[in-house]
């Protein structure tokens, strides 16, 4: 229950698109908090975007005007839209989910994480 499942990383050339799924499996009730993080070789974990149940959304100065997190409701999914991508947006990007679940009530859960290379 609350297992996360991302896919969508990949290998993007500069100021190209690419889209960030993450599903969370097993009888999910409801999603109150989703995020995006990405963490570079070297680097600490920075959070790139977040969105609340209400529809509350905050974007990382870095990415704002360009990224888009959003999410489905029926497929208990989150979506990181990545648009006119630069090589320092190369990273792993993770998910996360604060949510409850039927049989185990509140859980939060992060993803395996997914990599975005963009390089011509």
């Known amino acids: 229950q609350g297992q996360l499942v991302e896919s969508g990383g990949g290998l993007v050339q500069p100021g190209g698109s690419l889209r960030l799924s993450c599903e969370a499996s097993?009888?999910?009730?409801?999603?109150?908090?989703m995020a995006w993080s990405r963490q570079s070789p070297g680097k600490e974990r920075e959070l790139v975007a977040s969105?609340?149940?209400?529809?509350?959304?905050y974007y990382a100065d870095f990415v704002r005007g360009r990224f888009t997190i959003f999410r489905d409701n029926g497929k208990n999914t989150v979506y990181l839209q990545m648009n006119s991508v630069t090589p320092e947006d190369t990273a792993v990007y993770y998910c996360?989910?604060?949510?409850?679940?039927?049989?185990?009530?509140?859980?939060?859960?992060w993803g395996p994480g997914t990599q975005v290379t963009v390089s011509s």
């Open positions: 996360y989910v604060d949510g409850r679940a039927t049989g185990i009530g509140r859980f939060t859960s």
């Open positions: 097993g009888s999910i009730s409801s999603i109150d908090f």
């Open positions: 969105l609340t149940s209400s529809g509350t959304t």
